[in-house]
């Protein structure tokens, strides 16, 4: 096993709940805001073809300050691999193969391939950042190479569908959300879960 895959397991639901409570008040958070109108879009968005799919992450990017400008081209016509990109993105399929063909139409960042993934689909996937990342490995790290390793997005992800699975723990996880966000009932599972590793005390104190 890694040492992230060690430090992500050792992350505890106290640790989450703690990070959650500890969140700042974001209400009037104009990000949190526009997230969920974002989602609202992407909901009613056709999800079939490369145009979809290219609409949406120019979305995703105008969400995050980093240009989009690093995608391979030459699957735009492959009309075979769009279909079944949508087909496992529907599915919430961790299939590596997948994810990296996503990857290299998504400016070849797992980070941004993670948040195209958490709008078509946000109750299986989450967002996958640098912060993210420091709260997992609890350092501080504006950018490493390594975080945007497939491997690692798919074991953070998993680590949050297993942590979904206690309903006892994401109710009170929920309760402690609903006073700091707007909307918060439309945020997936997995999303309230991201918001605890975004918000780590590490990301907002540090």
């Known amino acids: ?30 990000v949190c ?5 974002l989602l609202e879009f992407a909901k009613n968005n056709p999800k ?22 690093n995608s391979d081209i030459s699957l735009y016509n492959d009309k075979t691999l769009i279909t079944d990109l949508w087909d496992n993105i529907k599915n919430g399929s961790l299939e590596k193969k997948i994810i990296e063909k996503l990857k290299t139409i998504a400016n070849d960042s797992i980070i941004g391939g993670s948040k195209l993934l958490h709008f078509c689909n946000p109750e299986m996937y989450a967002i996958y950042d640098s912060r993210v990342y ?18 690692k997005y798919c074991s953070y992800i998993v680590k949050l569908k297993e942590l979904k699975e206690d309903k006892s723990f994401i109710f009170s996880l929920r309760n402690i959300l609903k006073e700091k966000i707007h909307s918060i009932n439309n945020y997936s599972d997995l999303r309230c879960l991201e918001i605890c590793f975004f918000y780590d005390r590490l990301n907002v104190n540090g």
């Open 1 to 30: 096993m890694s040492n992230f895959n060690k430090t992500l397991q050792q992350y505890s639901k106290d640790e989450i709940l703690h990070n959650a409570i500890n969140a700042p008040d974001l209400r009037d958070d104009i």
């Open 33 to 37: 805001r526009h997230y969920a109108y």
């Open 48 to 69: 079939n073809t490369i145009t979809d799919l290219i609409g949406l992450i120019h979305m995703c990017y105008g969400w995050m300050p980093t240009m989009y400008d």
């Open 134 to 151: 420091s709260s997992i490995k609890r350092k501080k790290i504006k950018y490493n190479v390594i975080m945007n390793d497939i491997e």
